[in-house]
Nanobody, 122 residues
Framework: QVQLVESGGGLVQPGGSLRLSCAAS????????MGWYRQAPGKQRELVAT???????NYADSVKGRFTISGDNAKNTVNLQLNSLKPEDTAVYYC????????????????WGQGTPVTVSS
């Protein structure tokens, strides 16, 4: 099994910054993509940014130019730098990974972290 652990959420004023981190651990064979999603109260979970292994990052229009996703394939980690935060960015942020694990290394599946809350308020 593979587990994801997020960290870095919190309370920040509008215009401020936060950095979220996610680390994958367990019986990892390969990670094909990692990314971040968020879910605001009363809304559906939505994509924030994804990073395919060896590919280019993909961002939701609402965060382009403000958020930056980065990763370290060797450490199985992905980070999300959140700048110029707005109240509408308030949500629980979830890390996601598309992985293959031992012993069935041919089966790809998605794994979610437990979520880390981000609150943007003055």
């Amino acid at each position: 099994q593979v587990q994801l652990v997020e960290s870095g959420g919190g309370l920040v004023q509008p215009g401020g910054s936060l950095r979220l981190s996610c680390a994958a651990s367990g019986s990892i064979f390969s990670i094909n993509a990692m990314g971040w999603y968020r879910q605001a109260p009363g809304k559906q979970r939505e994509l924030v940014a994804t990073m395919p292994s060896g590919g280019r990052p993909n961002y939701a229009d609402s965060v382009k130019g403000r958020f930056t996703i980065s990763g370290d394939n060797a450490k199985n980690t992905v980070n999300l730098q959140l700048n110029s935060l707005k109240p509408e960015d308030t949500a629980v942020y979830y890390c996601n990974a598309e992985v293959r694990s031992w012993p069935d290394k041919y089966r790809q599946y998605g794994v979610w972290g437990q979520g880390t809350p981000v609150t943007v308020s003055s």
